[in-house]
């Protein structure tokens, strides 16, 4: 999520003020620890806000930045459980090169550290939704975790197109270290315009590493699944290693605003992980775009699928700019949109002031800007 605001900063060449607000939300069946099934909701708020000054690309600027999540679960008029996650993040730059650090934490409240329900209406209940035959009983008590560190995020951008992010954190006393998640891109748009090639699009490379203890494409969530429906024990609730994968991706093909990605896992078991195929438009005051991605999950492939479609003005400086933005997620398998929960769909409604570029994108899909002219 930084590297795309990171980049948007980037490519405008300048640090500005923007605010963005989310709501995502599903429906969901929750399983009390009785067997008994209920209907609820479970919905995800975002906001927060950019901030800074100067010119990142050209000379020197400073940036500083606020996002929270909250997840809402509830089976009546209040929520039966809260999930509370914020990030303050601060950074510079100078000529093209920018850094940033962010400091995660947050609180849990009305939910044990198992995920289970411990006060409202519904009892203690697993949060996992899904239908009776495939919910997942879990045993109910435990301590109540009150406030957490969520760890230190990290991100670097240069205007060549090279980006690096790292999430250091330690998920439990088993973790093989503090590294939770690195994702590295080199996509060197910047050379692709010198070199008159703009035009075919932005192609680029990545390292993404992926902890043991993240569940990232639900692969132990479909083994629980299918050992429960046989009768037999889950198996443990992490990865036996670390996912490494190499993204390969080409943005803005032909200038159509169509995106083409494959990842391929290489490590702990290679194998073919994801493609995807998308299509952005921002224009005024009209923006639309979606994607369709197919991707490995347990011993199978599944279909996901998601769009948006809203109306905005663009950032000038004489106005701000302001969009409104629908969305529409279908088993995405990353976080970015909502929660990575199979088969789930998912709601969304978003409004930003200032540049969109600065705001999390409400899928992660955006146009690249063509910055022909510009000085690098």
Do not use: C
């Not at 075919?200 to 490379?205: D, N, S, T």
């Amino acid at each position: 999520m930084q590297h795309y605001r990171l980049q948007g900063q980037m490519e405008r060449d300048q640090t500005e003020f923007a605010y963005e607000g989310v709501l995502r939300t599903m429906s969901a069946r929750f399983q009390l620890n009785d067997g008994r099934v209920v209907t609820g909701q479970l919905e995800r708020i975002g906001g927060g806000y950019w901030w800074g000054h100067g010119h990142p690309r050209t000379g020197v600027a400073f940036f500083s930045a606020a996002q929270m999540d909250v997840g809402l679960a509830e089976t009546g008029k209040v929520a039966d459980a809260i999930v509370f996650d914020g990030l303050l993040l601060t950074g510079v730059a100078y000529e093209g090169l920018s850094a940033a650090v962010g400091l995660r934490g947050g609180f849990i409240s009305g939910m044990t550290a198992d995920g289970q329900f411990t006060s409202g209406d519904a009892g203690a209940i697993s949060y996992r939704p899904g239908a009776p035959g495939n919910a997942i009983p879990q045993p109910s008590g435990g301590k109540v975790e009150k406030l957490r560190f969520g760890g230190v995020v990290t991100a670097v951008e240069h205007a060549e197109g090279v980006s690096l992010g790292a999430v250091l954190d330690r998920a439990s006393a088993g973790s093989s270290g503090f590294l939770a998640a690195m994702l590295a891109l080199v996509q060197p748009a910047a050379l692709m315009e010198r070199a008159g090639a703009r035009d075919f699009g932005v192609p680029g490379l990545g390292l993404n590493r992926i902890s043991e203890e993240i569940d990232y494409y639900g692969d132990t969530l479909s083994a629980t699944r299918d050992r429960v429906a046989q009768g037999l024990p889950a198996p443990p609730r992490r990865l036996s290693a670390p996912i490494y994968e190499i993204p390969a991706v080409v943005d803005d093909l032909a200038t159509l605003g169509i995106r083409l990605r494959a990842v391929t896992q290489v490590s702990p078991e290679p194998l073919f992980r994801l493609a995807e195929v998308g299509y952005a438009y921002r224009g005024d005051p009209l923006r639309v775009g979606g994607r369709a991605v197919g991707f490995r999950r347990g011993d199978s492939y599944v279909a996901s699928g998601e769009g948006f479609a809203g109306f905005g003005t663009t950032s000038t400086e004489d106005s701000p700019g302001f969009s409104v933005t629908a969305s529409y997620s279908y088993n995405v398998p990353d976080s970015v949109t909502f929660y990575a929960i199979p088969n789930a769909s998912v709601f969304g409604l978003q409004f930003t002031a200032g540049p969109e570029e600065l705001a999390r994108p409400i899928i992660p899909l955006v146009k690249r800007a063509k910055n022909e002219g510009r000085d690098r």
